[in-house]
């Protein structure tokens, strides 16, 4: 399944990328609330065919444990190699800040929804 943008012109988009639902709602709401579009995807696999079919994102927030043919960090290698500029914020229970050295920011599970909203808005520069 490839993930549907929203019509929203204007509005910043974030690409996010969880497969537990309930986290990903619990995000995508808040973000929402903030002014943001949200595409939403339940893994990696997703997020690079939505990308792939043309979709745009100006910030990919991912967890990087996920099912499906890769992770988050490999996704994400992905995608700094097809765009070296975009944000990425990572967020995991199990791995540490280190294991994105270079690729983005981290922001270590559970976390607060506020804190994760702000991290995405301040890479946007909002």
């Known amino acids: 399944m490839v993930p549907r943008p929203e019509e929203q012109p204007g509005l910043a988009r974030v690409l996010l990328v969880e497969d537990d639902v309930l986290i ?3 995000i995508a709401d808040e973000l929402r609330e903030a002014g943001l579009a949200v595409i939403e995807a339940a893994s990696a696999d997703e997020a690079l065919a939505y990308l792939g079919a043309g ?6 927030f991912t967890d990087i444990e996920m099912p499906g043919t890769m992770n988050g960090l490999e ?3 992905h995608l700094k190699a097809w765009t070296p500029s975009l944000p990425l914020i990572f967020t995991s ?5 280190q294991n994105v050295a270079g690729l983005g920011l ?3 599970k559970p976390y ?6 702000q991290l995405v808005l301040e890479q946007l520069g909002a």
């Open 24 to 26: 990903r709602l619990l």
């Open 55 to 60: 979709g745009h994102a100006d910030l990919v």
């Open 75 to 77: 996704m994400a290698r």
């Open 93 to 97: 229970g199990k791995f540490m800040p």
């Open 106 to 108: 981290f922001i270590a």
């Open 112 to 117: 607060s929804v506020d804190r994760a909203v």
